[in-house]
């Protein structure tokens, strides 16, 4: 099994920050690879796929890049909206998560 | 407007079983191979298991291997979940999901709102 470790667990930050989280596969996955936000009570919200493409109708401040067994995804100004849990997810092997990255207020 | 929505989550006792469904409407159901995802209360997302668009495959997390069969009816545009045998640890919000992309690189493009499902005595 793929297995998907995201750094850090949690994350606090200002309006304004641009943030990274980091997500590491086990063994390569190439590009095969998705970022979710989800809030709280809500289900998962599809943001990135194939490591760096955007979503329709995600802004442009959240970006994804990396290939192989490292991947990001950086929001460059944070904004009121943004504060969640981000999920990566591999689909290079069936579907695996990360174990998720709680962006909160600084 | 496109959606999925999930029903017949419950307590049950474990042992005892369950039947979740997932409604889908706005989108060409019968064209979409389909997934169920889980999340135990406060922790993280586990994929269960994904059927294709005729029912001709299907695959499963290891975790309810043998135990969950996923089902479903096109004529009804309808996705089920049987689960039998169910375990304190499959207590969690079971979500429908979509995929997009082209099979294999699958990822999920449309969520549910999701159904919970309670294992307790």
């Known amino acids: 099994d793929i297995q998907m470790t995201q750094s850090p667990s949690t994350l606090s930050a200002s309006v304004g920050d641009r943030v990274t989280i980091t997500c590491r596969a086990s063994?390569?996955?190439?590009?095969?690879l998705a970022w979710y936000q989800q809030k709280p009570g809500k289900a998962p919200k599809l943001l990135i796929y194939k490591a760096s493409s955007l979503e329709s109708g995600v802004p442009s401040r959240f970006s994804g890049s990396g290939s192989g067994t490292e991947f990001t995804l950086t929001i460059s100004s944070l904004q009121p909206d943004d504060f969640a849990t981000y999920y990566c997810q591999q689909y290079n092997t069936y579907w695996t998560f990360g174990q998720g990255t709680k962006v909160e207020i600084k | 407007q496109v959606q999925l929505v999930e029903s017949g989550g419950g307590v049950v006792q474990p042992g005892r079983s369950l039947r979740l469904s997932c409604a889908a409407s706005?989108?060409?159901?019968?064209?979409?191979?389909m997934h169920w995802v889980r999340q135990a209360p406060g922790k993280g997302l586990e994929w269960v298991a994904v059927?294709?668009?005729?029912?001709?495959?299907?695959h499963y997390a290891d975790s309810v291997k043998g135990r969950f069969t996923i089902s479903r009816d096109n004529s009804k545009n309808t996705l089920y979940l049987q689960m039998d045998n169910l375990r304190a640890e499959d207590t969690a919000l079971y979500y429908c999901?979509?995929?997009?992309?082209?099979?294999?690189?699958?990822?999920?493009?449309?969520w549910g709102r999701g159904t919970l499902v309670t294992v307790s005595s």
């Open positions: 706005g989108f060409t159901f019968s064209s979409s191979a």
């Open positions: 059927l294709w668009y005729d029912g001709s495959n299907k």
């Open positions: 999901a979509r995929p997009g992309g082209s099979w294999p690189a699958w990822y999920f493009d449309l």
């Open positions: 063994q390569s996955i190439t590009s095969w």
